[in-house]
């Protein structure tokens, strides 16, 4: 048993040993001189770029962040709308999803710059595109969870003379939550991204601003640390999701470890 512990123990800790071992490769090459400073600089200078360019950085972080998480939000609410109607009225499903498949088969940075000359350089465009980067992993997730649901249950439900209101109440909903945290999960760490393309297709703020001037300086380091903090961002959403997941559905911790998907 002791043997087995530490293996996992170990286990757990390699993709932090390999990460730290791709860093020290970098650092090395950078240093020796392999690629020059402003096509690859090396971790520690962008370490340093971002603690010393954190103060210009503060604002275009808020922004992005406000972008994300009010797209976010939005799409939450819609895909939860959709994904029940379409569970609920066959007609209504037969009617949408195919329009939602053909919406992903378009790149959104293709279509990004209409949203420019549409609705003008303000938030409008950049909350448009995270709705759209965010919409289609949550409705899918929630909509087969709701159809995967035990229809012995549901038989159940109705012998007892309950109404569809009852049945996704006290059934479809609570049995579909680990598919609708899955989706929330992916949509998170995507929210910050389509926030970011959005302002690098046009904006005044923002982390894609941020990275364009710096890109336009030369400042590989700068835009190295602007990627680093949208890394950042995207796994502190999504551990959020994953607290609230933990906190709505203990039944899924199991022996102390949190369920996974």
Do not use: H
């Amino acid at each position: 048993m002791g043997k087995t512990l530490t293996k996992k123990i170990n286990s757990k800790y390699y993709p932090a040993f390999l990460f730290v071992a791709i860093l020290a490769v970098w650092e090395m090459l950078s240093r020796l001189g392999v690629f020059p400073p402003f096509i690859l600089p090396p971790p520690s200078s962008i370490v340093i770029s971002l603690f010393t360019d954190f103060k210009s950085m503060q604002l275009d972080i808020l922004v992005t962040l406000y972008e994300a998480f009010a797209g976010f939000i939005i799409a939450i609410v819609l895909s939860f709308l959709i994904a029940v109607l379409m569970d609920a009225l066959r007609a209504f499903k037969k009617t949408i999803y195919p329009l939602l498949i053909i919406s992903q088969t378009i790149p959104i940075i293709i279509i990004a710059p209409l949203f420019i000359i549409w609705f003008g350089y303000g938030y409008t465009p950049k909350l448009i595109i995270v709705i759209l980067i965010c919409f289609f992993p949550i409705t899918i997730s929630l909509m087969q969870s709701l159809s995967g649901v035990d229809n012995e249950l549901i038989d159940l439900l109705r012998s007892m003379g309950s109404g569809r209101l009852q049945i996704y109440r006290y059934v479809k909903l609570p049995a579909s939550m680990p598919g609708f945290f899955s989706g929330l999960k992916i949509a998170a760490t995507y929210s910050i991204m389509g926030a970011t393309i959005g302002e690098w297709v046009g904006g005044k703020d923002g982390l894609g601003v941020y990275m364009i001037r710096a890109k336009q300086s030369f400042a590989t380091d700068r835009v190295f640390a602007a990627i680093l903090v949208i890394t950042i961002l995207s796994i502190l959403l999504l551990k959020f999701i994953e607290l609230i997941e933990r906190r709505t559905m203990p039944w899924k911790i199991k022996a102390g470890e949190p369920y996974i998907d």
